[in-house]
């Protein structure tokens, strides 16, 4: 099966899975599921992408000669198995992480993936990674804390956060939003998201039984719009971090001050991806058009977005070992995407250069 037709068969069934809708979906005479199911796993969906086989199943659009075959219908159900006991984990992590913090009157918010899974139709099949929180300026005292009453060894090798592992579970403390070091506009736009993160306190949710606060629309439209155009940009994005957004959108897009966030995606040149997330978002993944306001249409950079989503156009791995090997492969990596940090970045790329160079002699290990 040729790459495309994997992707667009993958694409529709994460719509059938995100809309409960079966409008969109095109008898396939033939389909083979060990590329879809290695495709979904790259992207970051299986397990969304099994809810809608599931659907077309039920609804006789696929039938029993058609269903994945046994080994990797065996496959499949190990991997979903596996990101919902994950889930689980993290899910009694962040009750237990929130509690210890309000007993020392530590408020903790969650950025991006659990917070975002509540989002879902089925939020324990939103793969999650790591777990992102701000603690509302208090990060350096929680953490001191977890040293002195837990033990807990702390890491600082990164810029924008501290890194420490429970059970396990990877957790980045926050005290900034953004990697600051990496873009000279990435400051003027952590001082946006920290003034909005103090006008609102955010949205307050149960987890466990503990009390987490989740970001206010807007303070989650633009670290949603930068953290993804920043993987875009260095690296690549998948149809998860897509999706989160469209999501997102559908469930907040009456709250999202929609005039502000298009001027400033202007003022820090992230407009064009900003249209492209939502024409991406409302022709594959069923956001309703109705949700954004009207925006300027290009297919070609559409078109160019959606595929290096699906395929990078820079898709080498990274060297393991050898620290001049990774130094190249960075450079390599970074001059071809140069077209995407055109994209989303307002500095030029020899500004940028510099400034990066920078960012990795003040910490070392994240050329690791």
Same mark, same amino acid.
């Given at each position: %099966?040729?790459?495309?037709?994997?992707? !667009?068969?993958?694409?529709?069934?994460?719509?059938?899975?995100?809309?409960?809708?079966?409008?969109?979906?095109?008898?396939?005479?033939?389909?083979?599921?060990?590329?879809?199911?290695?495709?979904?796993?790259?992207?970051?969906?299986?397990?969304?992408?099994?809810?809608?086989?599931?659907?077309?199943?039920?609804?006789? /659009?696929?039938?029993?000669?058609?269903?994945?075959?046994?080994?990797?219908?065996?496959?499949?159900?190990?991997?979903?198995?596996?990101?919902?006991?994950?889930? +689980?984990?993290?899910?009694?992590?962040?009750?237990?992480?929130?509690?210890?913090?309000?007993?020392?009157?530590?408020?903790? %918010?969650?950025?991006?993936?659990?917070?975002?899974?509540?989002?879902?139709?089925?939020?324990?099949? +939103?793969?999650?990674?790591?777990?992102?929180?701000?603690?509302?300026?208090?990060?350096? &005292?929680?953490?001191?804390?977890?040293?002195?009453?837990?033990?807990?060894?702390? =890491?600082?090798?990164?810029?924008?956060?501290?890194?420490?592992?429970?059970?396990?579970? /990877?957790?980045?403390?926050?005290? =900034?939003?953004?990697?600051?070091?990496?873009?000279?506009?990435? !400051?003027?736009? $952590?001082?946006?998201?920290?003034?909005?993160?103090?006008?609102?306190?955010?949205?307050?949710? @149960?987890?466990?039984?503990?009390?987490?606060?989740?970001?206010?629309?807007?303070?989650?439209?633009?670290?949603?719009?930068?953290?993804?155009?920043?993987?875009?940009?260095?690296?690549?994005?998948?149809?998860?971090?897509?999706?989160?957004?469209?999501?997102?959108?559908?469930?907040?897009?009456? $709250?999202?001050?929609?005039?502000?966030?298009?001027?400033?995606?202007?003022?820090?040149? %992230?407009?064009?991806?900003?249209? *492209?997330?939502?024409?991406? *978002?409302?022709?594959?993944?069923?956001?309703?058009?109705?949700?954004?306001? =009207?925006?300027? #249409?290009?297919?070609?950079?559409?078109?160019?977005?959606?595929? =290096?989503?699906?395929?990078?156009?820079?898709?080498?791995?990274?060297?393991?070992?050898?620290?001049?090997? &990774?130094?190249?492969? !960075?450079? #390599?990596?970074?001059?071809?995407?140069?077209?995407?940090? &055109? /994209?989303?970045?307002? @500095?030029? /790329?020899?500004?940028?250069?510099?400034?990066?160079?920078?960012?990795?002699?003040?910490?070392?290990?994240?050329?690791?």
């Amino acid at each position: %099966m040729r790459s495309n037709d994997t992707a !667009k068969i993958l694409i529709n069934i994460i719509f059938v899975a995100l809309t409960k809708s079966t409008e969109r979906w095109q008898p396939v005479e033939r389909i083979d599921w060990t590329d879809i199911f290695k495709l979904a796993a790259k992207q970051g969906v299986i397990a969304i992408a099994w809810e809608g086989i599931e659907q077309l199943a039920n609804e006789g /659009l696929l039938c029993t000669e058609q269903l994945p075959e046994r080994t990797v219908k065996l496959q499949w159900a190990l991997s979903i198995d596996n990101i919902v006991k994950r889930y +689980r984990r993290q899910e009694a992590l962040i009750s237990k992480l929130a509690a210890f913090y309000k007993s020392h009157d530590i408020r903790m %918010m969650l950025l991006k993936g659990y917070g975002i899974s509540l989002l879902y139709p089925t939020p324990e099949h +939103r793969e999650c990674g790591d777990i992102d929180i701000w603690l509302y300026g208090e990060q350096e &005292r929680a953490d001191r804390l977890l040293r002195e009453e837990k033990g807990i060894k702390i =890491d600082e090798d990164v810029h924008h956060h501290t890194t420490f592992v429970i059970n396990g579970i /990877l957790i980045e403390n926050h005290y =900034d939003f953004i990697n600051i070091h990496a873009h000279t506009s990435s !400051k003027h736009i $952590e001082r946006e998201l920290k003034r909005l993160a103090n006008e609102d306190k955010g949205e307050v949710v @149960e987890v466990g039984s503990s009390a987490v606060y989740l970001p206010s629309p807007n303070l989650n439209a633009l670290f949603l719009l930068r953290h993804a155009a920043s993987h875009f940009a260095s690296t690549e994005l998948n149809f998860r971090q897509v999706i989160d957004w469209a999501l997102f959108v559908k469930r907040y897009h009456a $709250e999202v001050d929609w005039v502000w966030l298009s001027n400033y995606a202007r003022e820090m040149n %992230m407009h064009k991806f900003l249209d *492209s997330l939502n024409a991406i *978002s409302i022709d594959h993944f069923g956001l309703a058009k109705e949700y954004v306001p =009207d925006f300027e #249409r290009n297919a070609a950079l559409e078109e160019r977005v959606l595929g =290096d989503i699906i395929s990078p156009e820079f898709s080498e791995k990274a060297p393991k070992g050898n620290i001049l090997k &990774r130094l190249v492969f !960075k450079f #390599r990596r970074w001059w071809a995407n140069r077209w995407k940090h &055109r /994209l989303v970045h307002r @500095e030029g /790329l020899f500004h940028t250069f510099i400034v990066q160079v920078y960012s990795h002699l003040l910490k070392p290990k994240t050329l690791r």
